[in-house]
T-cell receptor
Framework: EADIYQTPRYLVIGTGKKITLECSQTMGHDKMYWYQQDPGMELHLIHYSYGVNSTEKGDLSSESTVSRIRTEHFPLTLESARPSHTSQYLC?????????????FGQGTRLTVV | AQKITQTQPGMFVQEKEAVTLDCTYDTSDPSYGLFWYKQPSSGEMIFLIYQGSYDQQNATEGRYSLNFQKARKSANLVISASQLGDSAMYFCAMRGSEGTSGTYKYIFGTGTRLKVLA
């Protein structure tokens, strides 16, 4: 059972609001990731981190920002939400090296901006 | 550039029959990993099976097996004895070798929606 948690599971928010999506893992993984996924579509990497104080932008441009102050915590922030940000956001982590290195996923946050 | 291609947007299979979901990949990394994930309608991503690029044998996990053909760059998922609970989206993914930043990136295909018929 993977120990990676996302909150909230569902969020409906008005345009212009600032939001933070939380992601925490208790596995001590160095690598963490944020993916954006529209319903029934592929996952797009928007941010990743390879350790504390190290973050990178992913393959899909995103107006969101991330931080990695603690190993276990990788929050994603939208300063001013817009309807185009409506999507599912999936957080993942991986151990990084050696053997089977699957990414463990949280349950996702379904964001709706109205 | 790394790329995963899944050419089957949707598949139907009769309960108790086997089904193959196709996946081809492209990478110049000598070391990589291939994964299959299941995503039910609830949205979570469930890891199913892994194949390393240097593994000589095809991976198996219960009813799941991965048909790995390295020369053809394909990593098809075979589900035997399909069950109604297998109805879901299935994603093929690839992990490249560590770059200069020391981080793997997981690249996903567009997915295949599988419907198991009673």
């Amino acid at each position: 059972e993977a120990d990676i948690y996302q909150t909230p599971r569902y969020l409906v928010i008005g345009t212009g609001k600032k939001i933070t999506l939380e992601c925490s893992q208790t596995m001590g993984h160095d690598k963490m990731y944020w993916y954006q996924q529209d319903p029934g579509m592929e996952l797009h990497l928007i941010h990743y981190s390879y350790g504390v104080n190290s973050t990178e932008k992913g393959d899909l441009s995103s107006e969101s920002t991330v931080s990695r102050i603690r190993t276990e915590h990788f929050p994603l922030t939208l300063e001013s939400a817009r309807p185009s940000h409506t999507s599912q956001y999936l957080c993942a982590s991986s151990i990084g090296t050696g053997g089977v290195t699957e990414a463990f996923f949280g349950q996702g946050t379904r964001l709706t901006v109205v | 550039a790394q790329k995963i291609t899944q050419t089957q947007p949707g598949m139907f299979v009769q309960e108790k029959e086997a089904v193959t979901l196709d996946c081809t990949y492209d990478t110049s990394d000598p070391s990589y990993g291939l994964f299959w994930y299941k995503q039910p309608s609830s949205g979570e991503m469930i890891f199913l099976i892994y194949q390393g690029s240097y593994d000589q044998q095809n991976a198996t996990e219960g009813r799941y097996s991965l048909n790995f053909q390295k020369a053809r760059k394909s990593a098809n998922l075979v589900i035997s004895a399909s069950q109604l609970g297998d109805s879901a989206m299935y994603f093929c993914a690839m992990r490249g070798s560590e770059g200069t930043s020391g981080t793997y990136k997981y690249i996903f295909g567009t997915g295949t929606r599988l419907k198991v018929l009673a």
